[in-house]
């Protein structure tokens, strides 16, 4: 059992800012921010009545948050309908998409310059062209105001930064882990959660033979398989480094502990862990197969939990860290999740007043993701006695784990470039489909890398 006063709550929920510290170059000054502070301190200048005028106004606002059974997309429809009815005059025009389907429409509105007033973005390297392209517009004004900045949990908005400007705001910072159904396990006379990447795929093994599929995956969104992938060769590289090790010029994707990766991995899926046509599935169905009692296991960032608390299998979750591979690897370090981020058109009609709205929107967030218990994984700072407010067990558990994370690695994604990161994606998506040679595997990567460092 976790037990949490609502100091210890609030060190758990910043815990991994101090990772995020330690893996981004630079630093920002951290002040804490209460589920109830600042909630209506938004008439001036962010987003209030003087600020958007009386003239009509369309914002245009894609988003990642489709599914209305999720707390995200109440959060989303929660704030908006509130700015909606405050600012008559203001109309948020919602483009709800999956992840993958938000990825490649920003792309094509990108190629002809007509990004939407507030979009989604991800961090670091994915980010990085639209920046080039001068597609999106700086928020150091913004977060300015009402002292927004400091909402932001301790080094997190550098991801997000390019030559000292600021051009996305995150909605979380997320650690990936695997959730798992305690009834199925027991179903399958499973009594201990596995420590080791091959006491895993013995697991799979047993509950696949008492007829339940091990773990849920929306592989058809490629980047579910690639969060996967990228715990295990955290484990195998023996910690944290190995993309970086190689954009350094010190290994090389044909290296062993690459190679190992792709060998653990395939075992997994060579002992049928996943369901029957994973690769047609996207990540919102495969997660209703966790969600609903279909799945015994989820592998998957933290995120996902206020999701699954609301789900009719919530009481039945727990938590455990992602086991070393090999004997390889510490379970305190972490596929680490900097959330996707929003960001604002610089070509947008109405700049001042989308940022006004965003504004507004980040101001608001933590204190309804808060109500909502969807708080875990926020990357604002929020303080608050989590237990006393409701919060589950497995949400209690999620926040223990963020309390000794000992950093970790981005996504490959997240690091490489798109070219190369696309290459990636589809070669570990096919391994869902056949079999394959891992050095066959490894010399894709690295001809992908050789062609477009």
């Given at each position: 059992m976790?037990?949490?006063?609502?100091k210890?709550?609030?060190i758990?929920?910043t815990?991994?800012?101090?990772v995020?510290g330690?893996?981004a170059?630079g630093?920002?000054?951290e002040t804490n921010?209460s589920?109830n502070?600042n909630?209506?301190?938004?008439s001036?200048?962010?987003?209030?009545?003087?600020?958007?005028?009386?003239?009509?106004v369309t914002?245009?606002?894609?988003?990642?948050?489709?599914?209305?059974?999720?707390?995200?997309?109440?959060m989303?429809?929660?704030?908006?309908?509130?700015?909606?009815k405050?600012?008559p005059n203001?109309k948020?025009e919602?483009?709800?998409l999956?992840t993958d389907?938000?990825?490649?429409?920003l792309?094509?509105?990108a190629?002809?310059?007509?990004?939407p007033?507030?979009t989604?973005?991800?961090?670091a390297?994915?980010?990085?062209p639209?920046?080039d392209?001068?597609?999106?517009?700086?928020?150091?004004?913004m977060?300015?105001?009402?002292?927004?900045?400091?909402?932001?949990q301790?080094?997190l908005?550098?991801y997000?930064?390019?030559?000292?400007?600021?051009?996305?705001?995150?909605d979380?910072?997320n650690?990936?882990?695997?959730y798992y159904?305690?009834?199925l396990?027991?179903q399958?006379g499973?009594?201990?959660?596995?420590t080791?990447?091959e006491?895993l795929?013995?697991?799979a093994?047993?509950?696949?033979?008492?007829g339940?599929?091990p773990?849920?995956i929306?592989?058809k969104?490629?980047?579910?398989?690639?969060?996967?992938?990228m715990n295990i060769l955290?484990?195998?590289?023996?910690?944290?480094?190995?993309?970086?090790?190689v954009?350094d010029?010190?290994?090389?994707f044909k290296?062993?502990a690459f190679?190992?990766?792709v060998?653990a991995?395939?075992d997994?899926?060579?002992a049928?862990?996943f369901?029957?046509?994973?690769?047609?599935?996207?990540?919102?169905?495969g997660?209703?197969?966790f969600?609903?009692?279909?799945a015994?296991?989820m592998?998957?960032?933290?995120?996902?939990t206020g999701?699954i608390?609301?789900s009719?299998v919530?009481?039945?979750?727990g938590v455990?860290?992602f086991?070393?591979?090999?004997g390889k690897g510490?379970p305190d370090q972490?596929?680490?999740?900097?959330?996707?981020?929003f960001?604002v058109?610089?070509?947008?009609?109405h700049?001042?007043?989308?940022?006004?709205?965003?504004n507004?929107?980040?101001?608001e967030?933590?204190?309804k993701?808060?109500?909502?218990?969807?708080?875990?994984g926020?990357g604002q700072?929020?303080?608050?006695?989590f237990?006393?407010?409701g919060?589950?067990?497995?949400?209690q558990?999620?926040?223990?784990?963020f309390?000794n994370?000992?950093g970790g690695d981005?996504?490959f994604?997240?690091?490489?470039?798109?070219?190369?990161?696309?290459?990636?994606?589809?070669s570990?998506?096919?391994?869902f489909?056949?079999k394959?040679?891992?050095a066959?595997v490894?010399a894709?990567?690295q001809?992908?890398y050789?062609?477009?460092k």
């Amino acid at each position: 059992m976790v037990k949490k006063s609502t100091k210890t709550a609030a060190i758990a929920l910043t815990a991994a800012a101090l990772v995020m510290g330690m893996t981004a170059c630079g630093s920002k000054n951290e002040t804490n921010t209460s589920n109830n502070t600042n909630a209506g301190n938004t008439s001036t200048g962010a987003g209030g009545n003087a600020s958007s005028g009386d003239k009509n106004v369309t914002i245009t606002f894609q988003n990642i948050y489709p599914d209305p059974a999720t707390p995200s997309y109440k959060m989303l429809h929660a704030i908006v309908d509130q700015y909606q009815k405050d600012h008559p005059n203001v109309k948020i025009e919602l483009d709800s998409l999956n992840t993958d389907q938000q990825k490649l429409k920003l792309k094509t509105q990108a190629a002809s310059k007509e990004v939407p007033d507030i979009t989604i973005v991800n961090p670091a390297a994915q980010m990085k062209p639209f920046v080039d392209a001068k597609l999106f517009a700086p928020l150091n004004d913004m977060l300015d105001q009402n002292g927004l900045k400091d909402t932001f949990q301790k080094g997190l908005l550098d991801y997000y930064s390019f030559d000292n400007n600021i051009y996305a705001l995150p909605d979380g910072n997320n650690i990936e882990v695997v959730y798992y159904n305690k009834d199925l396990f027991a179903q399958a006379g499973i009594t201990n959660t596995p420590t080791t990447f091959e006491e895993l795929v013995n697991d799979a093994k047993t509950l696949k033979a008492k007829g339940i599929t091990p773990m849920a995956i929306g592989e058809k969104d490629s980047w579910t398989g690639s969060f996967l992938f990228m715990n295990i060769l955290l484990r195998t590289n023996g910690g944290p480094g190995f993309l970086q090790d190689v954009l350094d010029g010190k290994k090389t994707f044909k290296d062993a502990a690459f190679t190992d990766a792709v060998s653990a991995m395939q075992d997994l899926i060579q002992a049928k862990a996943f369901e029957d046509g994973a690769t047609s599935i996207d990540y919102n169905t495969g997660g209703n197969l966790f969600k609903t009692g279909k799945a015994a296991m989820m592998v998957m960032g933290t995120w996902e939990t206020g999701a699954i608390d609301s789900s009719t299998v919530g009481p039945k979750v727990g938590v455990f860290k992602f086991p070393t591979v090999g004997g390889k690897g510490d379970p305190d370090q972490f596929m680490l999740a900097p959330g996707s981020a929003f960001a604002v058109s610089a070509n947008s009609k109405h700049l001042k007043e989308t940022k006004d709205f965003l504004n507004y929107f980040m101001t608001e967030m933590p204190k309804k993701q808060f109500e909502l218990k969807n708080a875990v994984g926020s990357g604002q700072i929020i303080t608050g006695d989590f237990k006393a407010a409701g919060y589950s067990q497995l949400a209690q558990d999620v926040l223990a784990l963020f309390q000794n994370v000992k950093g970790g690695d981005l996504a490959f994604d997240n690091t490489m470039k798109p070219a190369i990161a696309q290459a990636h994606l589809s070669s570990i998506q096919n391994m869902f489909v056949q079999k394959v040679d891992p050095a066959a595997v490894a010399a894709e990567h690295q001809s992908a890398y050789d062609a477009n460092k």
